[in-house]
């Protein structure tokens, strides 16, 4: 769902702006191009929320057919939240390439597709004859769909949580960096090295944080007291 909705709801943002020329007008706003970068990124994330927030619904009636484990659900719906606005950062770093918003759309369905199913099982298995087998697991690791798992699972991991903070922070920094190089103001570079590096610490510093919360019921991740 998330790479049909992004695609379509990010593809005439910074596209149509560049194509008409109406970029050169929106930076006459009492806002930084950073701050208006930042803003319509916060208004897509916020759309995903209410889109997630339709979906309970569905919740209710799985409530009231049984007794669904609702701490699960929660960290479900949390990592959804999560994942989604990496999606939208990504989404938008691609509208900001190209200047017309079919492209925009065709290209952003296309990287947010192959993001997706990177982790699924049989493409890694697929991979696996080919690649060696610890470059195939380093690909299960990074994969968004094997991070994802662990909050559909109940868990709320703390290294899950910085890897899709570092991705988000990039994905936005390049954005912003694409925009002002755009517009010819400010310098690109200064945000693209600085959220590279600072999405590189913060992704391999939360490799090290071995926190993690068991929202299920049952705690079923969590070891029993002696």
């Not at 409530?63 to 609702?70: I, Q, R, S």
Request: with cysteine; charged share 10%; glycine share 12%.
């Amino acid at each position: 769902v998330y790479a049909l909705l992004l695609p379509a709801l990010c593809m005439n943002m910074w596209p149509e702006d560049t194509r008409r020329g109406t970029a050169e007008r929106l930076l006459t706003l009492p806002l930084t191009l950073p701050q208006l970068a930042i803003t319509r990124f916060a208004v897509v994330w916020g759309l995903v929320g209410v889109f997630l927030l339709g979906t309970w619904p569905l919740v209710a009636a799985v409530a009231w057919l049984g007794n669904p484990d609702w701490g699960q659900l929660a960290a479900g719906y949390v990592g959804a939240f999560v994942l989604g606005g990496v999606l939208v950062a990504v989404t938008l770093l691609v509208g900001s390439m190209v200047n017309h918003g079919v492209v925009a759309f065709v290209v952003g369905l296309a990287v947010l597709v192959m993001l997706l199913l990177s982790g699924w099982g049989w493409v890694l298995d697929s991979l696996a004859g080919v690649l060696p087998a610890a470059l195939v697991a380093s690909l299960r690791e990074v994969s968004l769909r094997e991070h994802y798992r662990r909050f559909t699972m109940g868990m709320v991991d703390m290294r899950s949580v910085a890897y899709f903070a570092a991705l988000l922070l990039m994905a936005l920094a390049l954005h912003i960096a694409v925009v002002q190089r755009k517009t010819q103001r400010g310098f690109a570079r200064r945000w693209a090295v600085g959220g590279v590096i600072v999405g590189i610490v913060l992704a391999m510093g939360g490799g090290y944080l071995p926190v993690r919360w068991d929202w299920t019921y049952e705690g079923q991740f969590t070891l029993s007291p002696a």
